[in-house]
């Protein structure tokens, strides 16, 4: 009975040091949220007005220089592709400018509904486009034929019943 005692106490000992060690519940409580935590990640720094429509401008974004060892295409010259760039970059920067030009302009819908005249009388419902602001378009899609140009105005005049303009 010793032999049988001590066996099982034995075997007991060394199957206990192959169980895992409980571990000590971790806490699920964040330290930091998680969005400082994303910003952390970058450089931003919100001090500068980056996030202002037009901070491209203030930021130093230039095309880099040609080198001896630059890329020139076959046909150009060094001089004739770094004035093909900058007159690449000038025109980005050109239309940049004008879209920040127009930035925060807006129609605003009271002055719109206004004009319109649908808050003192409905004439705009039997009017052609129903108080609608129309866009002007390149070309004349009425189907009538027509020699002069949209821009001047001529072919905009229709003829009355009596064959007279």
């Not at 060690?21 to 971790?26: D, F, H, K, L, R």
């Not at 010259?77 to 239309?95: G, H, L, P």
């Not at 009538?144 to 009355?160: S, Y």
């Amino acid at each position: 009975m010793k032999v049988t005692s001590v066996l099982i106490a034995a075997s007991v000992a060394s199957a206990s040091a192959f169980v895992p060690a409980p571990q000590t519940p971790q806490t699920t409580q964040l330290n930091e949220s998680i969005f400082r935590k994303i910003a952390n990640l970058d450089l931003w720094e919100p001090v500068k007005n980056s996030n202002e429509y037009g901070a491209r401008n203030n930021k130093n974004v230039k095309v880099g220089q040609l080198t001896e060892r630059s890329y020139v295409p076959l046909g150009l010259t060094k001089a004739q592709y770094e004035k093909i760039r900058a007159d690449e970059q000038a025109k980005k920067a050109a239309n940049y400018q004008r879209n920040v030009n127009k930035a925060g302009k807006f129609l605003d819908y009271t002055e719109f509904y206004l004009a319109r005249g649908t808050d003192l009388k409905d004439s705009w419902y039997n009017a052609p486009n129903r108080g609608h602001r129309m866009a002007k378009t390149k070309y004349d899609w009425s189907g009538e034929k027509n020699d002069a140009p949209v821009w001047t105005g001529v072919g905009n005049i229709k003829k009355k019943a009596g064959g007279k303009k």
